[in-house]
Structures are given as C-alpha cells and as structure tokens.
C-alpha cells in the first residue's frame, strides 16, 4: 500500500482508502463477512475508512468501531458524516441551514457517531450534503470549530452533491473545510476543472468517492442487471441510464492493457491525479479488498493510454443523489 498526505493534519493516509455504504444499507450485506473484509484491509496496509450515520442508522459505523478495536495497535483513520436534518439528498440552494446542519444538530449525530464508533475522537466529521448557498452562515464553522476545540473530531469536510464538484468552491474559500468528498473517477472528470484546484490553493484534502461509477466500471453489469427493491442502485441505474452507460463501457474495454482488469484500470486513473488524497471503493467481500488493494502498487499509467481515458468524460446534469 501507498501512501499520501492529508494535507492539513500531514497524516500518511493510504490512497486506496475503504468506502462502508454497502455494508450499511445494500442488499446482500453480511456482517460477518464485512468484517472480514474489514480486518484484511487493516492487514494489507488500509488505514482510512469512511463511513456515515446514515449507512444502516449507524450500523457501519459499528462494525467499524468493532474493527478499530481489534487493531488498537495500528493508527487507523475514520471519516464520517452528519446526515442533513431533513433527511433529504441532494442538497438543494432553496433548502436553510435550518433545514438541513443547524449547529446543535451537527453536535448532535458527532456524539451519536462517536457512541457508535467507540472512540473518544472522530479523525474527520463530514456534511453529508452540502450547498455553497450556506457558505456565509458561520454558524455550521463555529460548530466545527467548537467539536474540534474540545477534542471530539480533528479535521471537518463536506461531501459534494453528484455532479456539483462546483458547488463546493465557496466553502473551501472560507478557510474552514480541511476535505472535499467528491465523485471522481474515469466518467466524472469534472471535479479538474474548478475543484482540484481550489482545494490546491487551500491545502483541502480531496476524497475520490464513486470510484466504480456505482458498480459500472467493474464491467460486471449487464443490460439485464437488476436488485431488490429498495435498493438504492434501482434509483441511479435506470433503464435508460444502464444502457447509456453500459455502452460506454463497451468501448473503454477495449483499452484495458493485458494483465489488468477494469477495476483495476478505474481505480489507477484516479491514483493518477496528485491531488487526489485517497479513494475510497466500496467493499464487503474479502476478494474485493484483495483486488483493489493490489492497485495501489505506484506504477503510472501510460501517457497514452492516461490520454485515451480522458476521452471518457462524461457530463451528466440529472439529479441524483
């Protein structure tokens, strides 16, 4: 595993850090199982991990709490985030501060997410949803500037709507966010154009979410794939959007080089970019950890091939969480 610096704290973070959404809340989640996985990543050289409140109403976070306690000896990181009051995403410019992170709710799910996690510090407490329409409202900075005073997290960020890496530039304008979380990865490349360099400028740490684009680039989708109801994935992968994606997919195969797979591929397209401090992939089986763990080995893609994949950009508008 390799490692970059969190920018403001100076951690040494590994760039292929651990997403827990999918063993909070999707279907086929086995807890067991989960942490396995969550163990061997500890093991193979995976020290972040992000997590929220709202992945199972804590339930990631717990099965992370129980992972940091069987590896007191090692320093692992965690992210997670405080869900919006109203309980709605994305976040829209109409909806308050009211609305959504008054400051004795942020306050509120810190201690919540501190219970469940078992620790006595958060590393970094998130916005799960965030709109530049709060930016001047001081009131969500005093909370994170009171959390971190009295010890109870060390870093604060924002996780950007779909779509949205610009609706975060004002807030890192403030000098208060030390992280962005954002989608980035060989379709969504538009976080480059105003993001990357914003959080250069303030030394803002960058979180490449979405790594897969949801499960598409790890070509195991079909044009029949289908999940239970309920399942967040019916949501994103309409009929329309899955065969407008899986389309595009078709095509990226064809680059991907003899002795790489398509996750593979995905994931060093984003280690590529030096801004990036870590992405993070969603895993919940042991093989999974194996093979995504295994990109981080430093080698950069060919100029040619970087060049080819930056043909893939892709700029949806939909709104979708």
């Known amino acids: 595993m390799r ?16 997403g827990t959404w999918g063993m909070g809340g999707w279907s086929g989640s086995d807890d067991e199982e ?8 500890v093991r193979l050289g995976c020290n972040f ?39 709605r995403w994305p976040a829209r410019s109409d909806y308050s501060l009211d609305d959504t992170f008054p400051p004795d709710h942020i306050r509120a799910y810190t201690e919540k997410s501190l219970k469940n996690l078992g620790v006595d510090t958060i590393d970094v407490q998130q916005l799960h949803v965030w709109s530049d329409a709060w930016a001047g409202d001081e009131r969500w900075r005093r909370a994170a500037e009171d959390l971190k005073r ?21 807030a890192i304008a403030t000098g208060a966010i030390d992280c962005v979380q954002v989608v980035y990865n060989i379709f969504d490349q538009a976080p480059e154009d105003e993001l990357f360099p914003a959080c250069k400028e303030q030394r803002v740490a960058v ?8 499960g598409s680039l790890t070509g195991t989708l079909t044009y029949e794939s289908s999940w239970p109801r309920g399942d967040w ?12 994606t899986l389309k595009r997919v078709g095509r990226l195969r064809t680059l991907v080089p003899p002795g790489m797979d398509l996750p593979e591929l ?9 801004l990036v401090t870590t992405t993070i992939p969603g895993m919940r089986k042991p093989r999974h950890v194996e093979r995504n763990v295994a ?27």
């Open 233 to 244: 994935r019916n949501l994103y992968f309409t009929r329309e959007n899955l065969a407008a």
């Open 150 to 170: 009295e010890g109870k997290i060390r870093a604060f960020g924002i996780s950007l709507n779909r779509w949205e890496s610009w609706n975060g530039i004002r």
């Open 3 to 18: 490692y970059r610096t969190f920018p403001r704290t100076e951690w040494q973070v590994a760039e292929i850090g651990y």
């Open 295 to 321: 990109a981080s080995e430093g080698t950069s893609l060919p100029d040619d091939l970087y060049r080819a994949l930056r043909e893939y950009r892709w700029d949806r508008t939909t709104v979708i969480p």
């Open 266 to 274: 995905a994931l060093r397209f984003i280690l590529h970019h030096d």
């Open 207 to 214: 979180i490449a979410r979405v790594p897969f684009d949801e």
């Open 34 to 41: 989960s942490l396995r996985s969550l163990d061997l990543a």
């Open 49 to 87: 991990f992000d997590t929220a409140w709202v992945y199972g109403d804590g339930r990631s976070e717990k099965l992370l709490g129980r992972t940091i306690r069987a590896h007191r000896d090692q320093r692992l990181y965690v992210a997670t985030k405080v869900p919006p009051k109203n309980m």
